[in-house]
């Protein structure tokens, strides 16, 4: 096995280790050879594998980039951006109870973390409650969408912001501008608390365990097989989650 993260396999060695895979199990099946799985591995559909909830999730979103090729960070430091560094942006809803990957989005690193909340909730099938996201969803579309599936906004506005309906009648209140009188009234730091805001940092945690796991740099050439390569690692990571994390229970006195 390689010692670092993020180094490409030897040659021959996932084809062996496939084969001893199935013998192991028993399973009378051909190892298809390595550019196979590359040239097939953009039509693999992954499905995030989640333990279905009986009530309704906190979804907590963010987003980071994950290195595709270029320089080394110290030339960088050094010398200065390289034209051919680039990333491509991952994209996670994070069920704030159990830490699982809800939703998970690809694009490049040009997508602002805005315009993918609506894709992202679009693959929770579950009810959600709350959305707790940084102010780089600080949009009245991530807003009406959030509203849209009956569920809280938590996101922080802009220092700057103003209230955009001045309504004494809570049904015509703009969830924003909710937001808005609740810190004039207490405050940023005390809304954060009081709101939940701060659970948004599962998210980051969710992150650091993918990337701690599988490294920070995608091993294939091509986006749409780079998009697959981290839907497997977010599959894989929920699974670790699922077999890591003890059963609880209600003991009754």
């Known amino acids: ?64 980039g994950v290195k595709v090729y270029g320089e080394g960070e110290w030339k960088v430091r050094t010398h200065g951006v390289s034209k051919r560094r680039t990333w491509r942006k991952l ?6 109870g159990s830490g699982e990957i809800l939703a998970a989005v690809v694009t490049t690193n040009d997508v602002a973390d805005c315009e993918v909340l609506p894709d992202l909730l679009d693959q929770i099938a579950q009810q959600i409650e709350q959305v707790s996201g940084d102010g780089g969803y600080d949009t009245k579309g991530c807003y009406d969408t959030i509203a849209e599936r009956g569920a809280k906004s938590t996101i922080p506005p802009r220092s700057n912001a103003k209230i955009q309906q001045h309504s004494n009648t809570q049904a015509q ?72 994390k003890p059963d609880s229970y209600k003991v009754e006195d």
């Open 1 to 64: 096995m390689p010692d670092a993260p993020g180094l490409p396999l030897p040659l021959g060695y996932t084809e062996r280790f496939l084969e001893s895979l199935f013998m192991l199990m028993g399973i009378e099946l051909a190892v298809p050879d390595h550019s196979t799985l590359s040239r097939r591995l953009s039509k693999l559909l992954v499905e995030l594998p989640v333990i279905p909830k009986g009530k309704a999730v906190h979804v907590v979103v963010d987003s980071t």
């Open 91 to 96: 994209h996670l809803g994070v069920d704030e």
């Open 173 to 244: 209140s703009y969830p924003r501008d909710e937001n808005l009188r609740r810190i004039n009234q207490v405050g940023r730091k005390q809304w954060k608390q009081e709101s939940g805001y701060h659970h948004r940092s599962l998210s980051e945690t969710a992150i650091f365990r993918l990337k701690t796991i599988f490294g920070a740099k995608l091993r294939r050439r091509f986006f749409d097989n780079q998009a697959v390569e981290l839907f497997l690692q977010c599959a894989a990571l929920n699974r670790m989650i699922q077999l890591g």
